[in-house]
């Protein structure tokens, strides 16, 4: 390639950069550190502790081999050095697995919905619109006016396991929305929203019939609302060293401040949206609801790369119900911890 041919008279737009980028290698393009976090984090889970001496190779120059292991909300600086040594005791099977796993989730992406070329964003749509008068999709808003299943940890009357609970829940609520919407689409997921960066409610989403989306960030009083969170917000929020500082907030001065994500970006967004958005009850017979949430799991996602802390929940209480209790046999609060695992990673 010549000088020449990548003069222009402008730069490029985010349409013709991805157009760009499309002509890559696709290993020209994968983030290895983020690849080495997520193998990282799966060997921790599916390998027992493993005493010292037996990594076949020393740790990458510069790491940082913790003394003893990391204790429950602690960073884990070891996997975020980058990929670790590979126990000299693992099966050649298992870390295929491994690999295949994380192959898989990074075919099932969910992106920023602003990416979404007018194609995709068609299709979600069409998804959305089919999927809507099925038994399956109002069993699903339904769940969540059922507040028995404890999954917000800020409102009134709720369990103290149910600051736990939120996260997990939430994940297994959208997965299940998704598989949903891909039994119409294979092909789709669901977007996020990055509220932080993107200051406008998607409204381009399809409206259902009796969902109200009125002039954000103003109360149908006229006072305003919370805002938006800031990147600043999220980034703060990611440095909490514990689980239940980041999910729901701190012990200071010996009073409890509930500043962690449920509020600060999660509670203050569906405010900020006013209308069906802002109803607790019925907030997910609006799409956009889903949008809103993956952008939550994205950051749980984010701050779990470097950090190994995760519910603080046993027995009945990690069993997220209705759909997946552990009577059924199904998935825990242990269970959704890893969206590689889950199969699907964001962009």
Not at 78 to 106: C, F, H
Not at 143 to 161: F, L, N, Q, V, Y
Not at 178 to 200: G, K
Not at 237 to 242: A, C, S, V
Request: proline fraction near 9%.
């Amino acid at each position: 390639m010549t000088t020449q041919d990548v003069m222009a008279d402008h730069f490029p737009t985010t349409e013709e950069a991805q157009i760009a980028a499309s002509s890559w290698a696709p290993a020209q393009i994968i983030d290895s550190e983020e690849v080495g976090l997520r193998l990282s984090r799966m060997m921790a889970a599916e390998l027992p502790a493993v005493p010292a001496g037996v990594f076949s190779t020393p740790a990458p120059p510069g790491s940082v081999v913790p003394s003893g292991p990391a204790g429950v909300g602690e960073a884990a600086p070891a996997m975020a050095a980058g990929t670790p040594s590979m126990p000299a005791t693992m099966p050649v099977e298992q870390v295929r697995s491994l690999v295949t796993r994380l192959v898989r989730a990074s075919q099932r992406v969910r992106k920023d919905h602003r990416q979404l070329t007018n194609a995709e964003r068609d299709l979600f749509n069409d998804a959305l619109r089919q999927a809507h008068g099925t038994r399956e999709y109002k069993e699903l808003v339904d769940a969540h006016k059922d507040m028995s299943h404890r999954h917000h940890g800020t409102m009134p009357g709720m369990p103290p396991e149910s600051t736990q609970r939120f996260l997990p829940w939430h994940r297994a609520y959208g997965l299940k929305f998704e598989d949903l919407l891909r039994t119409v689409h294979p092909a789709v997921t669901v977007p996020y929203w990055d509220y932080a960066n993107d200051h406008d409610r998607p409204d381009w989403v399809w409206q259902p019939s009796g969902v109200t989306r009125p002039t954000p960030g103003i109360r149908p009083n006229g006072n305003p609302t919370a805002a938006l969170p800031t990147q600043a917000t999220i980034d703060g929020l990611l440095q909490r060293p514990t689980f239940t500082a980041f999910t729901y907030g701190r012990v200071t001065g010996g009073s409890i401040r509930v500043d962690g994500l449920e509020m600060t970006a999660h509670n203050n967004v569906h405010d900020w949206c006013q209308g069906t958005l802002s109803n607790p009850m019925m907030s997910p017979e609006d799409p956009i609801f889903f949008m809103l949430h993956t952008n939550v799991d994205r950051i749980w996602d984010q701050w779990q790369l470097t950090h190994t802390g995760g519910p603080n929940i046993t027995g009945a209480d990690a069993g997220l119900d209705p759909w997946w209790t552990q009577a059924a046999g199904g998935l825990t609060a242990d269970g959704v911890k890893d969206i590689t695992v889950l199969g699907y990673s964001y962009q």
